[in-house]
């Protein structure tokens, strides 16, 4: 009997430090304090136009995570007015304890909806090139200017895995006045670390007007 009363009790002290760990997320950290610094990672590193319409939210079933709703980067300058990529919605899983210490580690990320455009235009130049150029712009003004403090140190992410359901990318190419898309793109990685192989399933359907096909593949990759 004493060792079954001294088992309750550890459970039960194990339930109320964790209950009162996710109090203390909820109350004390705010996801939304950190848009700002989330748009300028992003500025920084793509040169794009980040925007999240609405809040970002704590999820507690099945993982403790948050949820991003809908979601869009900008085409650069000199492109169609229109997203360059953007999703409904976005699910991240996070681990407990290291939010305690104020560290993020990134289980799975999930991607529902997300639409990309690529789009060339008749000089050739795509709008993935232009962003690439301005990142390496804001990338060099980035480093001349004063870097703000964060309590949440955002690098060096650990993320355990990436999936994207029900995926669409449509390519118009105005060089070659042609006009593509592959629709129902599932894809998945497993636990991302660099310089090792990675685990990939990708599948999709094609349909460029003329020929219309499905793909299916599977395998590693390195990163």
Do not use: C
């Amino acid at each position: 009997m004493a060792i079954k009363k001294v088992i309750f009790i550890a459970l039960g002290s194990i339930v109320v430090v964790v209950a009162a760990a996710i109090i203390y997320i909820v109350l004390i950290i705010n996801p939304n304090d950190y848009k700002p610094e989330i748009i300028s990672q992003v500025k920084l590193n793509s040169g794009g136009e980040l925007i999240i319409e609405g809040d970002i939210s704590w999820r507690f079933f099945p993982n403790i995570g948050l949820t991003i709703g809908n979601t869009q980067i900008n085409n650069p300058e000199g492109f169609p007015h229109q997203p360059l990529f953007q999703f409904d919605n976005a699910q991240l899983d996070l681990a407990l304890l290291p939010l305690l210490s104020k560290k993020i580690e990134i289980g799975l990320i999930s991607i529902k909806g997300l639409n990309l455009y690529m789009h060339t235009r008749k000089d050739g130049l795509t709008n993935l090139e232009a962003m690439s150029q301005a990142a390496e712009k804001s990338t060099l003004e980035e480093e001349t200017s004063a870097q703000t403090s964060s309590p949440f140190a955002i690098n060096d992410l650990a993320i355990a895995g990436i999936q994207i359901v029900d995926a669409k990318i449509i390519i118009d190419n105005l060089a070659t006045e042609s006009k593509q898309s592959i629709d129902a793109i599932n894809f998945s990685l497993g636990k991302l670390q660099l310089d090792k192989a990675v685990s990939l399933v990708f599948s999709a359907a094609i349909d460029s007007g003329d020929i219309s096909a499905k793909i299916k593949s599977k395998g590693m990759i390195k990163i």
